[in-house]
């Protein structure tokens, strides 16, 4: 049980495109997702937190307009990368938590590396 | 504010020798400590986590770690490690009093284990 995927698990974009990112709990309903990026052989960073049906909160030097965040259900958080660049590249993780494991509990997705051209 | 530091960004091992990787805290609460495993292309996958319960805290794959709050260490150990322990391992710390907290991350440490 709690399971969370993330798709793509791999995409590749031109710079100043749009990309999608979706995560999905599976088997539980996730009341709050995260969103981490990780650059290479670093730790992962927190980007936002978003809880179902409001805005997300972004962390402090996360731009809110180029890394849109939507949770519209229980089980299904987006996060946009918008007008991407090559700086954006990254590995991208989403996670989440409910009703599955304790509150402390988060449940993480397999990861999505982004490339950027 | 919550933080963890891991002391050594790289551990080498021989398959079946014990393994010790070191990580210490830092929380104004009560916190609550994770170790997290991250395989090449792969998920975080928790280990083990202690919330307050008992201060030795038994995980998956042989795995524990001691919470010692005298010293605010949190190390996780393995009494033999097998080739398919070589990965990434994070130290996390959330804090309690925040109810969904956000998990601060260590910077890692990457496990290498030799035949």
């Known amino acids: 049980g709690a399971v969370v995927s993330q798709h793509p698990s791999r995409v590749i974009c031109k710079s100043g495109t749009s990309v999608k990112i979706e995560c999905r709990s599976l088997d539980f309903q996730a009341t709050t997702m995260f969103w981490y990026r990780q650059f290479p052989k670093q730790s992962l960073m927190l980007m936002a937190t978003s809880n179902e049906g409001s805005k997300a909160t972004y962390e402090q030097g996360v731009e809110k307009d180029k890394f849109l965040i939507n949770h519209a259900s229980l089980t299904l958080s987006t996060l946009t990368v918008t007008s991407a660049h090559p700086e954006d590249s990254s590995f991208y993780i989403c996670s989440a938590n409910g009703l599955a494991g304790g509150p402390n509990e988060q449940f993480f997705g397999p990861g999505t590396r982004l490339t950027v051209l | 504010a919550q933080s963890v530091t891991q002391l050594d960004s790289h551990v080498s091992v021989s398959e079946g020798t014990p393994v010790l990787l070191r990580c210490n805290y830092s929380?104004?609460?009560?916190?609550?400590l994770f170790w997290y495993v991250q395989h090449p292309n792969k998920g975080l996958q928790l280990l083990l986590k202690y919330t307050s319960a008992a201060t030795l805290v038994k995980g998956i794959n042989g795995f524990e770690a001691e919470f010692k709050k005298s010293e605010t260490s949190f190390h996780l150990t393995k009494p033999s490690a097998h080739m398919s322990d070589a990965a990434e391992y994070f130290c996390v710390v959330s804090d309690t009093n925040t109810g969904f907290q956000k998990l601060v991350f260590g910077t890692g440490t990457r496990l290498l284990v030799s035949p």
């Open positions: 929380s104004s609460y009560s916190p609550s």
